[in-house]
């Protein structure tokens, strides 16, 4: 009796399958029931993206993202009762929050921002496909900002830094010894040299600020967080440069401190 023959493996088949894209899971708050239903079905239709609650302000938001435990928070700035920017803080230690709102106030943007929220699309200025990549990478921590939320960020970075800026003389103007020698503190402290007290880039970005004369005010809207966390920064700072008051830690961190040359001390 002859053997069936046997089906012919391809190559292939040899090899594992990728593994299918793991579904994002999604939690859209907006006040407006209809703006709901189109994204939940706008995003439904693509097969690793789940709508698993909706709310209709921030109350029903942060109900449904401490029941589902979702991967993206859509939510939305103008609610009833508890709107977007007072449940933002809340929401913030459950998932990611992307912003999605019609409300493109440059002090809305920058609130939401400093509240914690992972981006910003304002209504009529992304595609469905955008929308959909935003909510991806979103996931994977990449932040997403429309144009409008992007100008805004813009303007308060400007903002923040145009009291430091200097008054430069002219190009290819001659400079006399006496004017090199006044501004030779400016740069008298290298990278390198700054290396030896040991602070984290984000340390050295606030000691940059300090030393550019902003308040603390300043420097927590200039890199959206918080005036406590800016004075614990502070405090290290102060701690690994030896100094007790601002003025004593730029001058060691500009190298103009009569000790500077010789260490942290």
Known sequence: MQNDPQPAVTPFALFPTAPPNPVVRIVVADDNPVVRAGLTALLSGHEDITVVAEAADGRQAYDAASRHRPDVILLDVRMPGVDGLSV??????????????????????????????????????????????????????????????????????????????????????????????????????SSSDRSRFQLSAREAEIMNLIASGMTNQQIAAACFISEKTVKNHINRIFAKLHSTSRAEAAAKWLGTAPSSGRGVG
């Not at 992304?126 to 909510?135: G, I, P, R, Y």
């Not at 990478?137 to 923040?160: N, S």
């Not at 200097?166 to 400079?175: E, L």
């Open 88 to 189: 933002l803080p809340y929401l913030v230690p459950i998932a990611p929050v992307l912003m999605l709102t019609y409300s493109g106030e440059p002090e809305t943007v920058r609130e939401a921002l400093r509240g914690g929220a992972d981006g910003y699309l304002v209504h009529g200025e992304f595609t469905a496909d955008q929308l959909a990549t935003a909510v991806r990478d979103t996931v994977r921590g990449v932040t997403h900002l429309t144009p409008t939320a992007a100008t805004a960020v813009l303007h308060q970075l400007r903002d923040a830094n145009a009291h430091v800026k200097q008054p430069m003389p002219p190009p290819f103007s001659p400079t006399s010894p006496k004017v090199l020698s006044q501004l030779q503190p400016s740069v008298g402290q």
